[in-house]
Nanobody
Framework: QADLVESGGGLVHLGGSLRLSCQGS??????IHWHRQAPEKQRELVAT???????NYADSVKGRFTISKDNIKDMVYLEMNNLKPEDTAIYYC??????????????????WGQGTQVTVSS
């Protein structure tokens, strides 16, 4: 079992910036995701960082959000710039290790944080 603890959420105005942090002890060998869920909407995958250093972003945040990690500090970050009201959501940190076998994804582990609220006002 691993605990992931997010922080850094808050209220920011249109065009502002926030940096979300996620603390854990298993990031060095994990694929890390940031997800978000807005009220009455489905959860959305926002950003991914693989153990090899590859990144991927949702089209809605490309060029504005950056995912990164610090293995020494056991921290993962989501830098969010030029924030918009549609970015308002609870943001979740997720660390997982998985493989695919005959089309089925098999998880060695899949840990989630408790979420941190981000609110962008117009």
């Amino acid at each position: 079992q691993a605990d992931l603890v997010e922080s850094g959420g808050g209220l920011v105005h249109l065009g502002g910036s926030l940096r979300l942090s996620c603390q854990g002890s298993i990031f060095s060998d994990s694929t890390i995701h940031w997800h978000r869920q807005a009220p009455e909407k489905q959860r959305e995958l926002v950003a991914t960082l693989t153990s090899g250093g590859d990144t991927n972003y949702a089209d809605s945040v490309k060029g504005r959000f950056t995912i990164s990690k610090d293995n020494i500090k056991d921290m993962v970050y989501l830098e969010m710039n030029n924030l918009k009201p549609e970015d308002t959501a609870i943001y979740y940190c997720n660390a997982e290790k998985s493989s695919e076998y005959e089309g089925v994804i098999l998880y060695e582990y899949d840990y989630w944080g408790q979420g941190t609220q981000v609110t962008v006002s117009s």
